[in-house]
């Protein structure tokens, strides 16, 4: 695993190192940051990333995943992460088509699928799989804060980071 204390993006980096990597060879990593200077979101919207959520990405070389599979497992990683939210707190997040992880009409997670393909290739040679969770902020900027919430602005708690970390991790490797 890789943590940073402040990255551009956590899947951006796992794309620049995925570039080096041997894709015949089986592989996974995790990258977290503290905070993302360029976070993303999907349609190339930014994602808020200051201290207090977690950022994480997660790293792999698919063994049966194919190009057309693409959107069933986006959907199937986005109820992955939901349960395994739901787990850690005894939330009841759901899944908003296509992933966004929902809590009380707000957004609470969001997960960014990419690929990576070597030249000519439909086949991804690398996954990435960049989750957000929106853990123990206490605010968000004007701008999402009328559609975000926080974990901890649910239920006051201060939440381990690393309990979800490594929970993903094992779930997502289960998912390779
Ligand atoms: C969305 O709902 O729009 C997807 C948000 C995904 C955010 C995560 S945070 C970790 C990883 N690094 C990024 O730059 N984005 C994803």
């Not at 080096?20 to 940051?33: G, I, S, T, Y």
């Not at 049966?64 to 959107?71: F, G, V």
């Not at 992933?99 to 439909?122: F, Y």
């Amino acid at each position: 695993m890789q943590r940073f204390v402040q990255i551009d993006s956590t899947n951006d980096e796992a794309k620049r190192q995925a570039k080096r990597l041997d894709p015949q060879k089986e592989h996974w990593d995790v990258f977290v940051a503290d905070s993302q200077s360029r976070g993303k979101g999907q349609k190339e919207r930014a994602w808020e990333s200051k201290e207090g959520g977690l950022y994480y990405t997660f790293l792999f070389t698919p063994k049966t995943i194919t190009a057309h599979d693409l959107e069933t497992y986006s959907l199937k990683i986005g109820h992955v992460i939901s349960e395994s939210i739901n787990r850690l707190t005894g939330l009841k997040t759901e899944v908003e088509w296509p992933n966004d992880i929902i809590l009380d009409d707000k957004k609470c997670a969001g997960i960014l699928i990419e690929t990576v393909c070597r030249s000519g290739k439909s086949q991804p040679d690398f996954m990435i799989i960049g989750v957000g969770v929106n853990l123990n902020q206490e605010s968000f900027g004007p701008i999402i804060s009328p559609v975000a919430i926080s974990l901890r602005q649910k239920t006051q708690n201060v939440y381990n980071r690393d309990l979800f970390i490594e929970t993903f991790t094992e779930e997502l490797k289960a998912c390779r």
